[in-house]
């Protein structure tokens, strides 16, 4: 999330195996302002992932839309991004999207 801005990020996914070890990942999300619920974001995104040793890595590509215009997620109406993360066999993840121009 852009540097200033406490959001929550929840997110539903499946994934199914593929050849060669990797799998296809589809995912749908909703960013929400922490001081402002009320202010959301939603987003869908594609990935191929692949194990490496206790831990998942996971790139692909995110669309994001809001109705918005004004408020601190309108930078995300209509972006696309590409991503990375990765996600620990405990279920922590970490990850970054980049904003694709």
Not at 15 to 22: E, K, L, N, Q, V
Not at 23 to 43: I, L, Q
Request: glycine content about 12%; overall charge negative.
């Amino acid at each position: 999330m852009k540097e200033g801005i406490e959001a929550t990020d929840t997110v539903t996914y499946w994934s199914i195996p593929r050849s060669g070890g990797a799998y296809y990942a589809e995912d749908k999300g909703v960013f929400m302002v922490k001081d402002n619920p009320s202010e959301m974001a939603t987003w869908t995104g594609q990935g191929i992932a692949h194990y490496s040793g206790q831990k998942r890595r996971d790139v692909g590509s995110v669309f994001c839309r809001t109705p918005s215009a004004t408020g601190k997620l309108a930078f995300l109406n209509n972006m696309v991004g590409v991503f990375e993360y990765e996600t620990d066999e405990m279920g922590n993840s970490e990850g970054k999207i980049w904003e694709w121009k």
